[in-house]
């Protein structure tokens, strides 16, 4: 089993920052991709960027140039560095496990709320 805690989240003016955590506990593979999604009221659940083991990044385009995916493998620890925040940016931000021939092995976080509001 693997366990994902993130943290982060809060409440940021348009235009400001925010540096979200993901720690993963567990039975870790060595080869994985850990990421980052975000799911809007009403809206389904998007991808927001990927990193792999050997650190490979994939963005969305919504976010490229603003925000920036990293990780520690020695700490199992991901992050995702937001910057110059948009109202649209507000969402539950989830951070995801996954082995990239596994399909069992894909785990979740409980998500932490990010909100952009003046």
């Known amino acids: 089993q693997v366990q994902l805690v993130e943290s982060g989240g809060g409440l940021v003016q348009p235009g400001g920052s925010l540096r979200l955590s993901c720690a993963a506990s567990?039975?870790?593979?060595?080869?994985?991709?850990m990421g980052w999604y975000r799911q809007a009221p009403g809206k389904e659940r998007e991808l927001v960027a990927v990193i792999t083991n050997s650190g490979s990044t994939n963005y969305a385009d919504s976010v490229k140039g603003r925000f920036t995916i990293s990780r520690d493998n020695a700490k199992n620890t991901v992050y995702l560095q937001m910057n110059s925040l948009k109202p649209e940016d507000t969402a539950v931000y989830y951070c995801?496990?996954?082995?990239?021939?596994?399909?069992?092995?894909?785990?979740w976080g409980q998500g932490t709320q990010v909100t952009v509001s003046s």
């Open positions: 567990g039975s870790i593979f060595r080869i994985n991709t």
């Open positions: 995801n496990l996954r082995h990239p021939s596994l399909r069992s092995y894909d785990y």
